[in-house]
């Protein structure tokens, strides 16, 4: 009786998490697909010739948001990379934070991070599993960093 109680309150809140997941996903998408930069964009050159020439990727879309926020990369099947137009980058910083973000989507972590999240979800009741999530992500991020700053980024076309 204890444990029938107990597995559909854990059931209720995995599919609850899961949800709230999804939302915040599409959310998230829709919103970063408004504002992807076409070519005539004269934010989009820099960017876009950092991101399909010297990186030989061309696979991927940029979106400029007009708030601050941390640069990053969405989508596992169409990978869009997120720039806020309120920071100021040189182009050697520029190309080191496309190279930083594409190199996550060449080394498979936004799968890892979906497969994270989802586990977190389903274990939305145990510390231990948030605990190690942020742990992953803060040991991915250092890895990155390091292939980055050492000069074995993988430059390969997808």
Avoid at 8 to 26: A, D, E, L, Y
Avoid at 66 to 78: D, L, M, N, R, T
């Amino acid at each position: 009786m204890i444990l029938d109680i107990g597995l559909i309150i854990w059931g209720i809140g995995s599919i609850f998490q899961i949800i709230i997941m999804i939302r915040s996903n599409i959310r998230l998408r829709r919103y970063v697909k408004n504002h992807v930069i076409s070519m005539e964009n004269p934010i989009a050159e820099e960017i876009i010739d950092i991101v399909q020439n010297e990186l030989l990727f061309e696979k991927i879309e940029v979106a400029v948001l007009p708030e601050f926020v941390s640069p990053a990369i969405i989508g596992i099947k169409q990978p869009i990379l997120i720039i806020s137009e309120k920071y100021c980058f040189s182009r050697q910083e520029l190309k080191l934070v496309c190279e930083h973000e594409i190199n996550h989507y060449i080394k498979g972590d936004l799968i890892l991070m979906a497969i994270i999240n989802i586990v977190s979800c389903i274990q939305w009741w145990n510390p231990v599993i948030h605990f190690f999530k942020e742990e992953l992500i803060l040991a991915l991020e250092l890895s990155n960093d390091f292939q980055i700053y050492s000069g074995s980024v993988v430059k390969t076309k997808i």
